[in-house]
């Protein structure tokens, strides 16, 4: 049996005046496949109407582009999906990523301090293996951050949300990442949804060996709930972190900046869909 979902998001950008030379980038479209998750259809519109170029980025996500010469006072980006899920095996991907220095290396955003090390060393004295080693580095990331909102943004580094023990779930998923690559353990960001949380989550896949040499296993956890993924989560893009996969990006020249807002509606269409 599957369960189908809706994902509904609008991206809204008032102005003062005219803006000019706008290149705009979202990264807000489920893969067409991601292990028992499947996009039935989609669609992106655009008010102005102005032409979506959709491409595919180095880590296989899905990437629209909106280009304008000249905006007049608004842009709105208005996307809906519906994905179809299923209790099936773990996605997979190219065994050759488990040895891709991308999945392994710290990032700007996930560079070890002091602390991170200490930390990360006394997770590997205690584990036996890969996923031991990430059950154990999602549960001592739960147990040692508070969720509180509102003291990071998305340039804050796993250092220092690590430092403050305090953040959202994009800085847990940076401090699992950072801890992952100290225990060499590989791994990298993801962007989706999780049903009941008020905006777009993120989270770990940690790469494994499968059971066929030329693929690895994507085991999703969560350091913010404590909790390996199940079927409340909806996959959308992944990356080294969270500058790789930002749901929405870019530029545009104006003396001045504009006002964004933005919503988001994800719920299940049918518990029950053949």
Not at 3 to 27: C, M, N
Not at 95 to 103: I, S
Not at 245 to 273: K, W
């Amino acid at each position: 049996m599957a369960t189908s979902y809706v994902v509904q998001q609008e991206f809204r950008y008032e102005y003062p005046g005219p803006i000019r030379d706008l290149h705009h980038r979202l990264i807000v479209a489920p893969p067409l496949v991601h292990g028992d998750q499947r996009r039935i259809s989609h669609r992106l519109a655009v008010t102005p109407d102005l032409r979506v170029l959709w491409s595919e980025d180095p880590f296989g996500n899905a990437i629209a582009t909106v280009d304008a010469a000249r905006v007049e006072r608004e842009i709105v980006l208005t996307y809906e999906a519906i994905v179809e899920r299923s209790l099936g095996p773990d996605p997979t991907i190219d065994a050759r990523w488990l040895d891709d220095p991308r999945m392994r290396r710290p990032t700007q955003l996930t560079q070890p301090t002091v602390a991170l090390r200490k930390a990360a060393a006394e997770i590997r004295a205690s584990a036996d293996g890969p996923i031991a080693t990430a059950e154990l580095i999602n549960t001592y990331v739960a147990t040692h951050m508070r969720y509180v909102p509102d003291v990071t943004d998305v340039e804050t580094t796993a250092a220092q949300a690590f430092a403050q023990a305090a953040g959202v779930c994009q800085d847990y998923a940076h401090i699992m990442l950072a801890l992952c690559r100290l225990c060499d353990v590989p791994a990298r960001y993801v962007s989706g949804h999780l049903l009941g949380e008020g905006g777009t989550h993120a989270w770990v896949e940690v790469l494994v060996a499968a059971p066929s040499p030329t693929q690895a296993s994507l085991l999703g956890f969560d350091p913010t709930h404590a909790q390996r993924t199940n079927l409340d989560y909806v996959f959308v893009a992944a990356g080294r972190d969270y500058a790789d996969v930002a749901p929405t990006s870019g530029r545009f020249i104006a003396p001045y900046i504009g006002e964004f807002t933005t919503s988001r509606f994800v719920d299940r269409l049918d518990e029950n869909v053949a």
